[in-house]
């Protein structure tokens, strides 16, 4: 007999099973799980954490209107609520989290469970980091940047008026819990914004990862779960990994850094508005790799390849109106130079980086305008 053939009634492809990992930090060890679906079940993932039972939402409006309804069964409290976006990452809506844990009575037997993107999971964990001196936090990331970078590793912290991060504390949360289904909403610009992220760690460590999503890029996209899972989990290796040799970034750990500098300058320069992070991190790599491959460190084809998955991946914002001389004066104000010294994560090849402190504004300047800066 022959099948018709009804798409629609095909069974999806299998759900990818459960990741589990422990992040080794040296203040303090923790699970950190990936699972879809994770989020319809977090009451039980948060007992499974030994979360203390009285557990206070943090969260964004944006997030709750798309995903609150799963998380009811967490806490019959109403959620915190804080507004979204980056101009809102500041001491002031710390403190409207600290009213509203006096308010309800918040002690030290409560714990904060954050559930956001990184904005919402900085403040969230700078409010736990310092409330009572410290409560207990559960990060539950909801962008894909959240998920394989800023919920993992406890930095936590808010923006001061004259710069970003400046105000902050190390504070481990007590689990990462991570849902790929929570993407399906995300925009699909913040979505390619992490996806750079991503990028970046096969850069630093995994030619595999970087492999994996030049050709996944059409399900990683669509949100395909069983696309996901494997890059989110790599991803998460990597930063853990990193982040138990050097939680407080001394050393190692800066080469997460990778795209950073010409990245956060990028930034600065054009005052946060017109790049999302990820997005000026991908031309921190492409000048980064530019200037390895001047300095003969990296293979051509290594440069070409990364520049190709980033234009496989959609458009960039323009670059062609920033003055490269600007943008190194910029780099000159950065937090990664350390007394005098430019700590510059150099890629070698894709899947291993190595830390220059000798890279010149002149070099610099020179990659910038290869990658399509205006000379200055
Ligand atoms: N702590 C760290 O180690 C670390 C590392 C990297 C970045 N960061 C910080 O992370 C922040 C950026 O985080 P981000 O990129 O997640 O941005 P974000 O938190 O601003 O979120 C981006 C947007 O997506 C929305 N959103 C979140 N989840 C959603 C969902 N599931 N569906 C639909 N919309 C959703 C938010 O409302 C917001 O408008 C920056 O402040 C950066 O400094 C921290
Ligand atoms: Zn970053």
Redesign the pocket.
């Known amino acids: 007999m022959l099948l018709s053939y009804h798409p629609l009634q095909m069974p999806s492809a299998a759900t990818p099973g459960p990741v589990r990992l422990t992040v080794r930090a040296a203040s303090a060890a923790y699970p950190l799980t990936i699972e879809v679906g994770l989020s319809k079940n977090l009451a039980s993932a948060l007992d499974d954490a030994k979360l203390p039972r009285r557990r206070l939402i943090v969260s ?4 709750w209107r ?2 609150g309804e799963r998380f009811r069964s967490v806490t019959s409290e109403e959620p915190i609520l804080i507004p ?3 101009r809102f ?1 500041n001491l002031s809506t710390v403190g409207r989290i600290y009213d509203a844990l006096v308010n309800t009575q918040a002690d030290r037997g409560c714990a904060i469970v954050a559930i ?7 403040v969230a ?1 700078f409010a736990a980091a310092t409330f009572l001196r410290g409560v207990p936090i559960v990060q539950v ?6 998920q394989v ?9 808010v ?1 001061h008026a004259l710069g ?2 400046l105000i ?1 504390a190390f504070h481990q949360p007590l689990a990462v819990l991570v849902d790929p289904e ?6 699909r610009r ?1 979505f390619r ?2 996806l750079y ?1 991503v990028v970046k760690y096969g850069v630093i460590a995994s030619r595999d990862l970087f492999d994996t999503i030049d050709a996944q890029l059409r399900p990683l996209f669509a949100r395909d779960t069983a696309a996901l899972v494997p890059i989110i989990a790599e991803s998460c290796r990597i930063k853990a990994r990193i982040v138990g040799e050097d939680e407080k970034e001394s050393g190692p750990r800066r080469v ?1 850094n990778l795209g950073h500098t010409a990245g956060h300058a990028l930034e600065s320069v054009t005052k946060y508005r017109r790049f ?3 997005e000026a991190v991908a031309y921190g790599m492409l000048t980064a790799a530019e200037l390895a491959c001047t300095r003969d460190l990296m293979p051509r084809p290594d440069r070409d390849a990364l520049a190709s998955l980033i234009r496989k991946m959609g458009p960039l914002p323009p670059i062609g109106d920033l003055d490269a001389t600007q943008v190194v004066e910029a780099v000159g104000r950065d937090k990664k130079v350390v007394d005098g010294t430019l700590h510059y994560v150099v890629p070698l090849r894709i899947g291993a980086t190595t830390i220059a402190t000798d890279v010149t504004g002149a070099e610099l300047q020179d990659a910038l305008r290869v990658v399509g800066l205006r000379g200055g």
């Open positions: 964004s409006p944006t997030v798309f995903h979204d976006g980056e990452k956001g993107g990184g904005v919402v999971g900085d964990g990331p909801t962008t894909l940047l959240a970078d800023s919920a993992i590793g406890g930095k936590t912290g923006n970003k991060n902050g929570l993407l399906a909403t995300l925009p913040e914004s992490g992220e997460l999302r992070h990820g």
